[in-house]
Every structure is written in structure tokens, then in C-alpha cells.
């Protein structure tokens, strides 16, 4: 079984479209989060939900508008997609005092 | 402001040989401290973990780490390393939010080669 999985692995699109990636953990975490990692491999947090209320909210662009419908899904949504906006995007999920266990990635790419 | 270094972007070693891959950090409190790796078009897997406790902290595959607050580093170590610890390793520090673990600041990571 798959701790936490993302959907989908890879995405190609045009600028100027609007995309979802979605998360969703099994392991019954309180805490997701959603990181990016860039061309030179760098991960920056972009944000972190705690049973559906946004915590963390980094410097991203307001076209990022994150979604947690329930404790166990945290989905990305990006409107009008840019070049910069290619990248590596995880989503991880932790409780209180324990690491963060992460998904497999979702490679996006814009053309 | 918090942050993580790990200053060799690139190291390559012999299949066999010892290794030691440095992260220093720089944080106003006790942190938490995570060494993870990546392998290509993976995602990150957990080795170690400092919470508190004995400073020397053993992980998986036969690696380990020892915290030393006076140098403010967390550097990894394998005594003897395999083909397959090829890949990339990031060194994060875990932001405390009221007690509890907030965001992970990651280092730039080192890649570590594996010569036969």
C-alpha cells in the first residue's frame, strides 16, 4: 500500500492553463504539506495544512491555491500556468514529532 | 533565519570506502534534525532522525549521524559505502511550530557518485 500518493506522476501543458495535482495519504497523519523542488534539486515548503486549516503559507503566487477537502487529501490547483512554474512538486504528510513521509513527485512541465 | 548547509554539491567515492557527507545549520533552538535521500525520478525516503536524546543516531541501510550542537552540524556517515547508495541526499532541519514539528528546510544536497 502507498503511504502517499500523487496524481499524476508526470503533467505536460501549455502556459497559460489551469492544472491539479492531488494528494492523498493512508497513514492517518494530521499534517500534509506541499513542497517544490526546482531544476538544481532545492525543495522549498509552499504550504502545510493541519486537519484541513492552512498553517503554513509561504512567498507562492496566489495562481497556487491549495485544497484539503478532508484530513487524508491535499490537492494543488495552478491557474494560468507560467514557465517558472516548471518543477518537481511533493506532497509529504506527518503527525506531531515524527518525520514527514513523502510522495513519489509530480514532474511538471510547461511548454 | 533558519537555514541548512551542506557544502560538497558533488562527491564521489569508491564502492567500499568510508563516507561523510557534512549539513550544518543554523537555528535559534534545539532543532529537529533529517537526513533523506533521493533517488533519480523518486521521491525521499527517511535515513535518520534527531529529536533529542543520544547524539549519535544510527538509520537505515548502515548509515548514521551525530548531532553536534557546539559545531551546529549533523554530518552522515557509512562506514563502507555500495554501488547502490548512489543518489542524491538532502540534510533538512524540521521548524518547531508550539512543540510540535512544523516545515522541513532543506539543504541544496549532495550528490554522491559510487565508482566500482
Known amino acids: 500500500d502507498t503511504a502517499v500518493s500523487q496524481t499524476p506522476k508526470y503533467l505536460v501543458t501549455q502556459m497559460g492553463n489551469d492544472k491539479s495535482i492531488k494528494c492523498e495519504q493512508n497513514?492517518?497523519?494530521?499534517?500534509m504539506y506541499w513542497y517544490k523542488q526546482d531544476s538544481k534539486k532545492f525543495l522549498k515548503i509552499m504550504f502545510s495544512?493541519?486537519?484541513?486549516?492552512?498553517?503554513i503559507n509561504e512567498t507562492v503566487p496566489n495562481r497556487f491555491s491549495p485544497k484539503s477537502p478532508d484530513k487524508a487529501h491535499l490537492n494543488l490547483h495552478i491557474n494560468s500556468l507560467e514557465l517558472g512554474d516548471s518543477a518537481v512538486y511533493f506532497c509529504?504528510?506527518?503527525?506531531?514529532?515524527?518525520?514527514?513521509?513523502f510522495g513519489d513527485g509530480t514532474r511538471l512541465s510547461i511548454l | 533565519a533558519q537555514s541548512v548547509t551542506q557544502p560538497d554539491i558533488h562527491i564521489t567515492v569508491s564502492e567500499g570506502a568510508s563516507l561523510e557527507l557534512r549539513c550544518n545549520y543554523s537555528?535559534?533552538?534545539?532543532?529537529?534534525l533529517f537526513w533523506y535521500v533521493q533517488s533519480p525520478g523518486q521521491g525521499l525516503q527517511l535515513l535518520l532522525k534527531?529529536?533529542?536524546?543520544?547524539?549519535l543516531v544510527q538509520g537505515i541501510k548502515g548509515f548514521e549521524a551525530e548531532f553536534k550542537r557546539s559545531q551546529s552540524s549533523f554530518n552522515l556517515r557509512k562506514p563502507s559505502v555500495h554501488w547502490s547508495d548512489a543518489a542524491e541526499y538532502f540534510c533538512?532541519?524540521?521548524?518547531?511550530?508550539?512543540?510540535?514539528?512544523?516545515?522541513?528546510?532543506f539543504g541544496k544536497g549532495t550528490k554522491l557518485s559510487v565508482k566500482p
Open positions: 495544512y493541519n486537519n484541513k486549516e492552512l498553517i
Open positions: 497513514l492517518g497523519h494530521d499534517t
Open positions: 509529504a504528510s506527518s503527525q506531531p514529532g515524527q518525520p514527514q513521509h
Open positions: 533538512a532541519v524540521g521548524r518547531r511550530l508550539g512543540g510540535s514539528q512544523g516545515n522541513l528546510i
Open positions: 534527531y529529536f533529542s536524546g543520544d547524539t
Open positions: 537555528y535559534g533552538a534545539t532543532p529537529y
